[in-house]
């Protein structure tokens, strides 16, 4: 007669999520398993008028409740702006 063989050797060939599924039910825990968290990025506070860059090199500034970014074409739009109200 056979040795019986313990539960990892017999079923080597189940997938890793559907033993996990298998052994929350029967209420078996793996202790090798590590649980890391994530960190996300702080959310900076600027105060009204602050002009910055973001980590992707876009520039933005605050103004009262939104927040803008800050383009090239600000100084033509502001120019503009100038001539149709002379």
Do not use: P
Not at 66 to 72: A, E, F, L, P
Request: charged residues 40%.
């Amino acid at each position: 007669m056979a040795k019986r063989t313990s539960w990892d050797q017999k079923n080597k060939h189940i997938h890793k999520s559907r033993k996990k599924i298998i052994d929350t039910v029967f209420g078996r825990e793996d202790n090798t398993q590590s649980t890391f968290g994530y960190e996300g990025e702080i959310e900076q506070t600027h105060e009204i008028g602050d002009v910055w860059t973001d980590k992707d090199g876009k520039t933005w500034e605050q103004k009262d409740g939104y927040k803008i970014s800050v383009t090239k074409f600000d100084d033509v739009r502001e120019y503009l702006k100038k001539i149709t109200t002379c």
